[in-house]
């Protein structure tokens, strides 16, 4: 048995799962009935302390009218040989015990000291053509702990009866009485067991008794027939009066309420065996699609990236630029400058750039290193796209098929080629940007690193050291270099540092080349979620699947609970 607070933990566990409101539609319908199971549940756990409701069940005639009578020693309930004739319920109550306004309304009351723990409703009848008494005593049945299900050889396998029990099959006690014994009737209580066992209902106990007698014997009265055995009548009495303790009670409304969630989970899990393959199958579809989509890509993208070998070499400069110091720094302004003027003059040559820059300039406010990035992106985007055009118009009918397997709503997700290009091209720049940020910075401050420059600044040093080593000796000894080792001593100093400066522009260059192709290789092999135009389906997926978790941990925590 589940205490009190694991319970609670489960009607919790259960809330959540009942407060669904998303897009898997097929649950939907589930969820509600959760929630109709849940306020059961709680109702019911609620009144664990309160007296046990017994509803006395059956087919018309089968002698439930009488037997209530034979319990309360009195003529309560009107029985007849014609039938149908109980036409509403009727409660025998113990005084002290306040029934529900609908009982109330729509029931006969009987209140009686002879009941302690217990509160007894005969039932109209469950098989005759009288709706009302159908649905007289299904509302009962709702409200009831447990139920004497009554019948005889006459009846007691009738579908009537067996599909109002049949409901509740898991949440309700059971005792079977058979009613109207003789010592020539032959027994059907083991056929009766069969068949209750089938439809997985396991009986509290089960008596054979005759209730005529019992109540002729208690009123007195003299019948026509021979016989006296009431058969197991008084163990029926002995068990309504002595062992339905308050123990037995609690125990019996407890295993009522797990019988009640483990109907809904059964529910659920019915749900999740129709669709859960559907939905993995959904998700190892969309997988598969995305690695095939993005394996025919390869050379497009190479191909774009190397197309801008030059403009990574550019921005790696740039972002060297100001961190050099000494004379390299001198030497990349100089060059910036003089690019400056290059730049300048092209523009006076050909005036119709400066107009075409003021149109893109008023646009946009673009960064050169954005327009860059924007134009590899559009490059590929614009190639996979047209490509790719007719096989998303394939997956889209795929997936709509599997969108019903799985029972989720068809328009939730969008068209998968309707924005496919414009999501592709953003998630492409951002992508791109992050990554070349990065790139650049670090590249940037590996090679403007402080002594790595110094290192390039050697041959200068040496030429100067050279330089000195001839001049001062002479100084002091009072012999003059002369004006032409002063021009070649410049020259070469000269031509040292723009070699150096030369080299490390070269070794700058070949950074920024593998900058680019690693840049490319991880745009390949990010590929599939950049231009994934599964996401908002992968977004359904997951929050059925979260779902679907959601389900199985409750099922785990009931089971290990339990
Ligand atoms: N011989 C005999 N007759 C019985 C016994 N129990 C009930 N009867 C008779 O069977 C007939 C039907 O009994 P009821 O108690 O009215 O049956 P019911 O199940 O309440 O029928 P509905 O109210 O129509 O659902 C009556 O004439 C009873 O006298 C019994 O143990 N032995
Ligand atoms: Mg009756």
Redesign the pocket.
């Known amino acids: 048995m589940l205490p009190k607070a694991n319970l609670e933990r489960i009607i919790h566990q259960l809330k959540e799962i009942a407060d669904y409101k998303g897009d898997w539609e097929g649950f939907l319908p589930i969820a509600e009935k959760l929630r109709g199971g849940i306020k059961e549940i709680e109702e019911r756990s609620s009144k664990i302390e309160s007296l046990l409701i017994v509803a006395i069940v059956?087919?018309?005639?089968?002698?439930?009218?009488?037997?209530i009578?034979a319990i309360a020693g009195d003529k309560i309930?009107?029985?007849?040989?014609m039938?149908?004739?109980?036409?509403r319920p009727i409660i025998y109550y113990p005084p002290g015990w306040e029934p529900d306004s609908e009982f109330k309304g729509e029931c006969e009351l009987h209140a009686r000291s002879a009941l302690d723990n217990i509160v007894l409703i005969?039932?109209?009848?469950t098989d005759?053509v009288v709706k009302e008494?159908r649905s007289f005593t299904k509302k009962i049945v709702e409200k009831c702990d447990l139920i004497l299900l009554?019948g005889n050889g006459d009846k007691y396998l009738e579908e009537a009866t067996w599909s109002i029990i049949r409901e509740v099959s898991k949440e309700r006690g059971f005792v079977l009485v058979e009613?109207?014994?003789?010592s020539q009737t032959p027994s059907i209580m083991d056929d009766w067991l069969k068949r209750l066992k089938s439809d997985g209902i396991e009986p509290l106990t089960y008596f054979r008794?005759?209730?005529?007698?019992a109540l002729n014997r208690k009123l007195g009265i003299k019948s026509e027939?021979t016989e006296t055995d009431e058969f197991d009548f008084p163990k029926l009495e002995n068990f309504l009066y002595q062992q339905l303790t308050d123990a037995k009670i609690r125990q019996i409304k407890t295993a009522n309420v797990h019988g009640l969630i483990e109907k809904m989970m059964e529910r659920t899990d019915n749900f999740l065996h129709e669709t859960e393959p559907a939905v993995n199958g959904m998700k190892e579809f969309i997988d598969k699609k995305k690695v095939e989509l993005v394996a025919q890509y390869d050379r497009i993208i190479r191909t774009e990236f190397a197309k801008e070998s030059g403009t990574f070499y550019h921005l790696l400069k740039d972002e060297i630029a100001p961190e050099l110091h000494g004379i390299f720094l001198l030497l990349a302004q100089i060059r910036n400058r003089f690019a400056g003027i290059l730049r300048t003059l092209s523009k006076v040559v050909r005036p119709w750039k400066i107009i075409k820059e003021m149109v893109s300039s008023n646009q946009e406010e673009t960064t050169y290193f954005e327009k860059k990035i924007n134009e590899i992106v559009s490059g590929i985007v614009t190639q996979i796209s047209s490509k790719c055009h007719r096989e998303l118009e394939n997956i889209q009918y795929d997936l709509a098929f599997a969108l019903d397997k799985a029972q989720i709503r068809k328009d939730a997700a969008p068209s998968i080629s309707e924005n496919f290009m414009v999501n592709f091209f953003n998630s492409g720049v951002d992508f791109l940007k992050e990554k070349m940020d990065h790139y650049l910075v670090r590249k940037a401050k590996c090679l403007s690193n402080y002594f790595l420059v110094e290192l390039f600044y050697v041959p200068m040093y040496i030429v100067l050291v050279y330089f000195f080593w001839r001049i001062i000796p002479g100084y002091f000894l009072g012999y003059y270099q002369g004006k032409d080792f002063l021009i070649h001593s410049c020259v070469v100093l000269i031509i040292s540092v723009l070699v150096s400066f030369w080299v490390y522009d070269k070794v700058v260059y070949l950074s920024a080349r593998n900058m680019r192709k690693k840049l490319a290789k991880q745009f390949l092999e990010n590929l599939s979620d950049i231009m994934n135009p599964f996401v908002e389906y992968e977004k359904l997926i997951n929050e059925v699947r979260e779902q679907i978790r959601k389900i199985k941990n409750l099922k785990n925590d009931f089971e290990s609970l339990r």
Do not use: Y
């Open positions: 059956g087919g018309s005639g089968v002698g439930k009218s009488t037997l009578n309930a009107k029985t007849s040989e039938r149908p004739c109980t036409n005969d039932t109209p009848d005759t008494h009554c009613t109207k014994i003789t008794v005759n209730a005529l007698r027939d």
